[in-house]
């Protein structure tokens, strides 16, 4: 199982971004993925997450009604558009995944990738 996360970057507070999960060797139906992030000095996050198993999405308060979560089940890949951004936003941002439904916390997710860092200025 593999999962490679990439979209993140600079961008000025107020803009967008949309990071993307592709994932591989394992059947993309059958699982959840998670998006989560941490800043520097922070707690880790979750902030999205999407059953393919149950076509469900859910968010974090911070992101609500900014953050999208969709997929592309023909290229087993889970996107996060964010707009909106702010400043507080600027984290790490990683992909995890597990089976079936969403996971409340980073250790329920046994398959991850590396993480993609999104940059907020004011």
């Known amino acids: 199982v593999q999962l490679q996360a990439s979209g993140g970057g600079l961008v000025q507070a107020g803009g967008s971004l949309r990071l993307s999960c592709a994932a591989s060797?394992?059947?993309?139906?059958?699982?959840?993925i998670a998006w989560f992030r941490q800043a520097p000095g922070k707690e880790r996050e979750k902030i999205s997450c999407?059953?393919?198993?149950?076509?469900?999405?859910w968010y974090a308060d911070s992101v609500k009604g900014r953050f999208t979560i969709s997929s592309d089940n023909a290229k087993s890949t889970v996107y996060l558009q964010m707009n909106s951004l702010k400043v507080e936003d600027t984290a790490v941002y990683y992909c995890?995944?597990?089976?079936?439904?969403?996971?409340?916390?980073?250790?329920?997710?046994?398959?991850w990738g590396q993480g993609t860092q999104v940059t907020v200025s004011s």
């Open positions: 995890r995944a597990r089976w079936f439904v969403c996971g409340s916390s980073w250790s329920e997710y046994p398959y």
């Open positions: 060797g394992f059947t993309f139906d059958d699982y959840a």
């Open positions: 999407f059953s393919s198993s149950y076509g469900s999405t």
